[in-house]
């Protein structure tokens, strides 16, 4: 109606009475417990599969128990989160590349078989040779991705805040999963034999505090939920475990086993916030509208898009 | 990411023409007849929520139990050359305008204007839904509309914040994911669907889509010789980011206005970057972990 409207910037963002244009994601906490399971299974068999080459047995037996273990839990979790639990076997009627959650239904399967019997010959022996020795290479080649995917399935939505993050999600969830998988280990090794688990930890940790940095920094205002609410609260807690627990590790782990497991349960507490604090940073994303028409609205003003509106 | 065309085209013989919706916001009265023609027709459960006290609006937003939801706008637009209130007599010579082109705007004389739209799933050209759901319980039908299984889905949830319009929803007690379905079962029977036939001023339209987009086209250009510069198609171009959908819309304002995003882009797009970087990660991963291990001294 009004030739000024047309011409005149708005001086703020337009919105449906303050509605989100967004769903919130229907995801319970048994995602984000997932997400920490699924990274300590993922990496814990890559470094029992490297322990086990270079002849340090007592930590690849340990570790090999904690990536069956978490390898274990994770489908439960995951069937409990379902709408219809009962049809959780529909998850393999279809590999669809386009549906990170599709792939990633797959990696877990084939992760928890091979897990499930190397970890079996490592404390047993019993398993032939020919069956164990691709077993624990299939178990730590499927474990990376296992550790990684998850960040892909949540980059690959609408929600800002994951979606705009999608080229560093992914390290922050390899390197919480370094993270954890080593603490878990600290928790159940002895000093003498975890030197290359507390290595790990410790350069996770590095990593994990590193990447969330640089996630929330290149988000920008994007990035708010981090700063507010669960989320941020989350992110706090992650940052001050994970820096008490390297430090712990760091200049106690080799003396002290109590130290090593001390350190160990604060890195394992760090990376479950963290996960937990990417997770509802995505609700409180979701449920902003500026969030979704922000970056929209300036990408059509820059001249990159066009929209999705045409004028005569 | 799959095209549209091409799933259809697996029909084969069985194909359709692609059919959808052109809703003209410009003729839409804020009846509320789609919403209850809707729930009757597919049996959608009530959401009796309170009352909101936002305009005429109590039905929120689309969602498992609402497929078609009628926003209400109120504005104060200034319709003066200075921003003043218009005359009664400006008025009534607008109106005469108005009648000329059937315009349904509803601005009164002290500068209110009301916007009414019945939004409802696009049925998009790339629908991030589609290309998410682990299942395959949302699949593309011979009319080139999107649909859930329900016999298949099993409630992941994936599809909901999948979606940049957030039409999907998960319903509360049922465990799977419901949305429109484009009257599936009516499109077998060459009906048209539920709230399409029950609009009583047209603003709804039902028909194959490329007569609804020459419709458009000239509504478009009658609005805007008609004075109404600020009419848009929105969704009705192949090259915005979900490749335009089949319910495309003509709005008079900016799209976030009703609660629509300006540049939606079906998140399946970046899958490529994505993919590369959990690759990557994954890589470093292996790499940290062997650094960790082989880097030391032996244990």
Request: proline share 6%; charged share 20%; aromatic share 6%.
């Amino acid at each position: 109606m009004s030739v000024e409207g047309a011409t005149v910037p708005r001086a703020e963002l337009a919105s449906y009475y303050g509605r989100p244009v967004l769903k919130p994601p229907v995801w319970t906490p048994e995602i984000p417990i997932y997400f920490f399971t699924g990274g300590i299974a993922g990496a814990s068999a890559g470094l029992a599969l490297a322990a086990g080459l270079r002849g340090n047995d007592e930590l690849a037996r340990r570790a090999w128990l904690n990536a069956a273990a978490a390898v274990g839990v994770s489908p439960a979790l995951l069937v409990s989160d379902l709408g219809r639990p009962e049809r959780f076997l529909n998850m393999l009627r279809l590999f669809k590349v386009t549906s990170p959650m599709s792939v990633g239904s797959w990696v877990l399967v084939g992760s928890g078989l091979t897990t499930t019997v190397a970890a079996a010959d490592a404390w047993s022996g019993l398993v032939p040779a020919p069956v164990a020795r691709p077993a624990r290479a299939l178990a730590a080649a499927l474990g990376l991705p296992l550790a990684t995917y998850t960040a892909a399935l949540l980059a690959n939505t609408a929600v800002p805040v994951w979606h705009e993050a999608r080229r560093i999600l992914p390290f922050v969830f390899a390197a919480g999963a370094a993270t954890s998988a080593s603490a878990a280990a600290l928790l159940t090794t002895a000093p003498e034999a975890a030197a290359p688990a507390r290595r790990l930890a410790v350069g996770g940790a590095v990593a994990a505090v590193t990447a969330t940095e640089v996630m929330t920094r290149r988000l920008g205002p994007l990035g708010a939920p981090y700063r507010s609410g669960a989320a941020g609260a989350l992110k706090r807690a992650a940052l001050g475990l994970t820096v008490a627990g390297a430090a712990v590790v760091a200049g106690l782990g080799a003396r002290s086993r109590p130290a090593a497991m001390a350190g160990g349960a604060l890195l394992l507490g760090g990376a479950l916030c963290e996960r937990g604090s990417i997770f509802r940073a995505g609700f409180q994303s979701a449920a902003d509208p500026d969030a979704t028409v922000g970056p929209q609205r300036r990408a059509i003003a820059a001249g990159e898009r066009r929209g999705a509106s045409r004028r005569k | 990411m799959p095209d549209a065309a091409l799933e259809v085209r697996t029909y084969g013989a069985e194909a359709r023409p692609r059919v959808g919706f052109f809703t003209d916001t410009s003729l839409c009265i804020g009846c509320k007849a789609c919403e209850v023609a809707c729930k009757e027709w597919n049996r959608v459960p009530d959401d009796i929520a309170p009352w909101t006290g936002d305009s005429y609006d109590n039905t929120r937003a689309l969602g498992a139990d609402t497929w078609r939801h009628v926003a209400f706008i109120e504005q104060r637009v200034p319709v003066g050359a200075d921003g003043a209130a218009r005359s009664l007599v400006q008025t009534a010579a607008a109106e005469h305008l108005a009648d000329d082109a059937g315009l349904e705007t509803h601005q009164e004389g002290d500068g209110l204007r009301w916007l009414m739209a019945s939004d409802v799933c696009k049925h998009c050209t790339d629908a991030a839904c589609l290309d998410v759901c682990p299942t395959g319980a949302l699949f593309r039908t011979e009319f080139g509309t999107v649909v859930v299984q329900q016999d298949i889905c099993n409630g992941c949830g994936y599809c909901v914040p999948a979606c940049p319009f957030g039409v999907l929803d998960r319903r509360e007690g049922d465990g799977r994911v419901w949305k429109c379905t484009l009257c599936y079962d009516r499109l077998k029977d060459d009906r048209e669907p539920a709230c399409a036939q029950a609009c009583p001023t047209d603003s709804i339209q039902f028909g194959e889509l490329d007569v609804l987009h020459v419709r458009a086209e000239k509504r478009l250009q009658t609005l805007t010789a008609a004075g109404q510069e600020e009419a848009r198609l929105y969704l009705a171009d192949s090259d915005d980011g979900v490749g335009g959908a089949g319910a495309f819309f003509l709005l008079l304002d900016e799209p976030e206005v009703y609660g629509l995003p300006p540049d939606p882009v079906a998140t399946t797009r970046d899958l490529g970057s994505v993919w590369a970087a959990t690759g990557a990660a994954a890589v470093a991963l292996g790499a940290g972990i062997a650094a960790a291990v082989l880097g030391g001294r032996r244990r």
